[in-house]
């Protein structure tokens, strides 16, 4: 089974405060991703990577940055953060494109 | 027109009903499709891929009607554990670096009452 992992389910930051959201999975995945989950708005594309080292903005790249050094782990990190970033952060990987996603768990994230 | 567009839902059913989520694409391109369900305040899983011959997993049966460009989610005998929130995923391309995407529908939310 593919595992791809968070390493927070809760976070509470302050605004402005730097936050590094993290992400591995096991199963050799080419592609990683990053989305956030908001009510009445679904699931928005923040950030792919199709390799490492490779970083492709999606539809909300805003505020966001992200790092992929190794393959299995993919970094989302909020440079400032506010409270409109207050969301559900979800990663997740894939092999190729036709392929399914598999997700993480999901970080609560909120910025008070 | 959103890109992926479902049911709004919520689907209010008792157990044992049979239900059914249609979800439309506009891309003619697409060439995958998923559904995924998603519990209240968890991540989606994949329920099934939906193939172009139409598929079944026990209780579950997706369809695929590209002249129409929509897809189907079939749920017989429905159970209280069903409850969740059906996501219909459609994939435009084979390669995120070149263009492909992955579209997600807003989601039905299905609640199966005793």
């Known amino acids: 089974d593919v595992k791809v992992t968070q390493s927070s389910r809760y976070l509470v930051k302050r605004t402005g405060e730097k936050v590094f959201l993290e992400c591995v999975q096991d199963m050799d995945h080419e592609n990683m991703f990053w989305y956030r989950q908001d009510p009445g708005l679904g699931l928005r594309l923040i950030y792919f990577?199709?390799?490492?080292?490779?970083?492709e903005k999606g539809d909300i790249p805003e505020g966001y940055s992200v790092s992929r050094e190794k393959k299995e782990r993919f970094s989302l990190i909020l440079e400032s953060a506010s409270t409109n970033q207050t969301s559900m952060y979800l990663c997740?990987?894939?092999?190729?494109?036709?392929?399914?996603?598999?997700f993480g768990n999901g970080t609560r994230l909120t910025v008070t | 027109r959103k890109e992926v567009e479902q049911d709004p839902g919520p689907f209010n059913v008792p157990e044992g009903a049979t239900v059914a989520f249609n979800c439309t694409y506009s891309n003619s391109a697409s060439q995958s499709f998923f559904w995924y369900r998603q519990d209240c305040r968890k991540e989606p899983k994949l329920l099934m891929s939906?193939?172009?011959s139409g598929n079944e997993d026990g209780r579950f049966t997706a369809q695929l009607n590209r002249a129409s460009q929509y897809i189907s989610l079939l749920i017989r005998d429905s159970k209280l554990s069903d409850s969740a929130t059906y996501l219909c995923v459609v994939n435009h391309g084979a390669f995120y670096n070149q263009g492909g995407k992955l579209i997600f529908g807003q989601g039905t939310e299905l609640s199966v009452k005793p």
């Open positions: 939906v193939y172009s």
């Open positions: 990577s199709y390799d490492v080292k490779m970083k």
């Open positions: 997740a990987s894939d092999s190729e494109g036709n392929s399914p996603l598999h």
